[in-house]
């Protein structure tokens, strides 16, 4: 199977990523770029093998057009799933930010983002979700903020 193209600019990541350049500079943002890209390559590869091609990614639908059918009620496609980790300050929420702004790009229309159960950090998280998503979504696209 030919990999789906995905596209690697529009308007939310690259709003996103000026923003960063100001904040991190130009050679960080980039990189963190870069790696939004590889993770976004990889979700787009897995749905396409998993749900079909042209839902996700260039020119895509945005559409589930055929629903998964995997063994079982309970089975999740392989590499459906991921987790990201890392030090303090190491910039995971600015590289999971990033990954979801060209997800949107490439018609990805739903996220979960999971945090940690301390109730300060996963509320500095969700509030520098909201900070960026406020920033460079379009208000049709934002979500509603819930606590």
Not at 6 to 27: A, F, M, P, V, W
């Amino acid at each position: 199977m030919t990999p789906t193209e995905i596209k690697t600019n529009g308007d939310c990541i690259d709003k996103l990523i000026k923003r960063l350049e100001k904040q991190i500079g130009e050679k960080e943002a980039n990189k963190l770029k870069g790696t939004a890209i590889e993770i976004v390559q990889n979700c787009v590869k897995i749905y396409s093998e998993n749900f079909g091609n042209g839902d996700v990614g260039e020119n895509s639908t945005g559409l589930v057009s055929q629903p998964y059918k995997g063994k079982g009620q309970d089975s999740i496609p392989n590499g459906t799933t991921g987790l990201i980790y890392g030090r303090v300050q190491s910039g995971k929420t600015n590289t999971t930010i990033a990954t979801l702004a060209l997800a949107n790009e490439n018609n990805f229309r739903c996220f979960i983002i999971l945090t940690s159960d301390n109730t300060w950090l996963g509320k500095q998280t969700a509030n520098c979700f909201w900070s960026y998503l406020s920033t460079n979504a379009s208000q049709r696209h934002l979500p509603r903020r819930s606590h």
